[in-house]
């Protein structure tokens, strides 16, 4: 039967290929986020690709008055949500003006953890519905390039473990993804990227794990051992590396 | 970031670039980029020379804008972002009973590009070309102004197949045609030498129609090939499996002339004598090379070039020459395609014309560009042209003698953008911009 699915941060290349992907297996589409014309041309790309139903809804991680309208557009279809929100500004940046931590965390933390603790009883209610949480390799561990964002999408990650554990027992389920490099707008231009996956294949990734209830996964897979190694290495060595 | 240094080639990778690229996911993204730096657009970068590349300048890489953001099932007209490609397009609309009017040889070309190179298919001799199925175009100038132009406007004419040369095409809204479903059925046969297959191509009223010519084949046997004539269908076949892929370059002898003769014969006889019929999934018969991707690198690493021209009806014995021209020199591969085509085009600048179109593809070598230059003088006073589309080794006096609006084209392309901020490999290589 076709479920509904939100995608928070609808414009990003990951989420509008999960969009696409959904829409032709058919399951409607509230695609949320902040550019509405850009949605609006995803949305309509989804109804001819086999969508139910899609629209575009503002959805803004700081102005939390956005979040309600989008719950108050559910049916009684069983709901899932999928966030990709989170901003990355370059490291030197914030420490030229380390009021920017503020946006970077509720951008990839505290907005999003929000809006999914108003959907979680929407999720109790029905007994059913899956929530993929997109995080990041980068809060797996604290590293010169990138801290305050790993921080940020640590928090999340801790969140989203909290959140399965409760969502669980009422027949709900949550997915943790940390994809490493995807090929996306936030990345493009950047030196020294490897090993750069497709937006296409994390999307394909996203459903095989809602398929098998996974609870987190790295994708490409591979992420896993990289940062497994990454993880292992004493901090009193790390410290002085730059990876 | 916006730009991102990269090398990249045109598809005959005989001619390469190295540049800034800026791929833009929004249309937002696209409007400030062409407002603070304007670019030439590149697609999929099928075209086979260097009308794709900006060799140390900066290109707008579309393949992120390719949504299908509209379709008006009454008049089957579908809006759609010029990074879709042809193939997807075809996709998503042949289950529903639309096909796009006009599709090249490879569903990988993208919409933008089969506008800027006014692309035919096998079906130009009733459907024409693609950019005669386009009712607007959202054009982005180099003003950064995004601007809905009609076939009414000037400006239309010098965009369709006008080589990127008026602005970035930000979508375009598309003529479906109204097909039976997503098979194909395909009638091959024999065709056993030049004069023979110039009847068929004559008398041909299949919607589809297009030859394979043994490129190889001298004496009586000069212009065998086999004439395929196919028509949409409804039916279940088999859908493609994943492509394969050529993983990397090919040595050399891969296309020698020995192993091409031996493949082209046997490529030959693999229709019965008597012809057949068979049904196949419509991306097979369209888009037969897409099964294989970066086929391109059977040519080894130093490329190859495709030379295609169009000759009028009254100049056939003319390119009966030509073809004998190409089977003496032993340089052709089996990729070879004779097709005759209708008056219909869209743009000042378009290549198609009434008559007959040949194009044969060489690996990359010294006796090759000769070959081709040859070709060229062969096609110019035989009242033809060649394409753009697949050039790379042209000089712009034979190629502005070919295209008689070409004059008027510069006009409008220089009004559009004055500081030549647009201009690619090709348009330098040719002096295009100079009326």
Known sequence: ?243 | MRWKIADYAGWGRALRATGDLARPERLSSLTALMAEEPAPAIGNCRSYGDACLNHGGRAVQMLRLDRITGFDASRGVATVEAGVPLGELARIFAPKGWLPAVMPGTGFATVGGAIAHDVHGKNHHIAGSFGQHVRAITLVGVDGQARRITPADPLFRATVGGLGQTGVIASAEVQMLKCKGDVIVVTERRITGWDEFLGYLDASDATYTVGWIDATATGATLGRGILEEAETGSGLVSQPGRAKSVPFDAPGFALSPNVVRLFNGAYYRRVPEKGRTVVKPIQEFFFPLDRIRNWNRLYGKEGFHQFQCVVPVAAAPALRAMLERIAKSGLASPLAVLKRMGPGHAGLMSFPMEGYTLAVDCPNSARATRLIGALETDTLSAGGRIYLAKDSLSKGNVVRAMYPNHAEWAEAVNAADPDGVLTTDLIRRLDLRNA
């Not at chain 1, 139903?53 to 108050?72: H, V």
Request: glycine share 10%.
């Open chain 1, 1 to 243: 039967m076709s479920e509904l699915w939100i995608l928070i941060g609808a414009s990003s290349a990951m989420a509008r290929a999960l969009a696409r992907a959904l829409a032709e297996r058919g399951d409607g589409l509230i695609l949320a986020g902040r550019d509405m014309d850009d949605m609006s041309a995803t949305a309509a790309d989804c109804l001819i690709r086999g969508a139910p139903s899609a629209r575009a809804m503002l959805f803004d991680a700081r102005q939390p008055e956005t979040f309600q309208p989008i719950l108050n557009a559910l049916d009684d279809r069983i709901v899932n949500a999928a966030v990709f929100v989170g901003s990355m500004p370059a490291q030197d940046g914030i420490d030229a003006a380390p009021a920017l931590i503020n946006g970077v965390v509720i951008d990839s933390f505290t907005g999003p953890a929000r809006f999914l603790h108003m959907l979680a009883p929407e999720i109790e209610t029905r007994g059913s519905g899956v929530i993929v949480g997109v995080g990041s390799v980068a809060g797996d561990r604290g590293r010169l390039g990138n801290y305050v964002y790993g921080a940020a999408k640590a928090g999340f990650h801790t969140y989203l473990s909290g959140l399965r554990n409760r969502l669980t027992r009422a027949g709900g389920h949550v997915v943790t993804v940390k994809p490493g490099f995807v090929d996306t707008a936030m990345t493009w231009g950047i030196p020294d990227m490897f090993l750069v996956a497709q937006p296409e294949q994390v999307a394909r990734d996203i459903l095989s794990a809602v398929a098998r209830r996974r609870d987190v996964i790295y994708t490409p897979f591979f992420w896993r051992y990289i940062m497994l190694i990454i993880r292992s290495i004493p901090e009193r060595m790390f410290k002085k590396m730059s990876v």
